[in-house]
């Protein structure tokens, strides 16, 4: 069974920049995709970034495109490195595991596996 635990949110600035960590245990992730997906007040969930665990291949939503950078380490570890933060992206963040490897243009619905989620909140 997949456990996913997420960590780094909290209170930054807008500009300013944020690092959270998804600790992934359970099993090994080889062929495997993993994401990120985030739900601000009031609005249903979606997508953000998603590498797939193999092949360290990448895929980011328009809205972050160029200021989000999602990695992976030999540690069991997912990171979202999230610079130049907008108002917009205050929301909770949550990491999900695709058993399936969905890496591009992922739904959410192919995520099986999910974390309880972080608070990233941007001020102005």
Known sequence: QVQLVESGGGLVQAGGSLRLSCAASGRTFSGYAMGWFRQAPGKEREFVAAISWSLGSTYYSDSVKGRFTISRD???????????????????YYCAAS??????????????????????????
């Open 74 to 92: 030999n540690a069991k570890t997912v990171y979202l490195r999230m610079n130049s933060l907008k108002l917009d992206d205050t929301a909770v």
């Open 99 to 124: 058993r399936g490897g969905v890496w591009y243009a992922p739904h959410e619905a192919d995520f099986g596996s999910w974390g309880q989620g972080t608070q990233v909140t941007v001020s102005s």
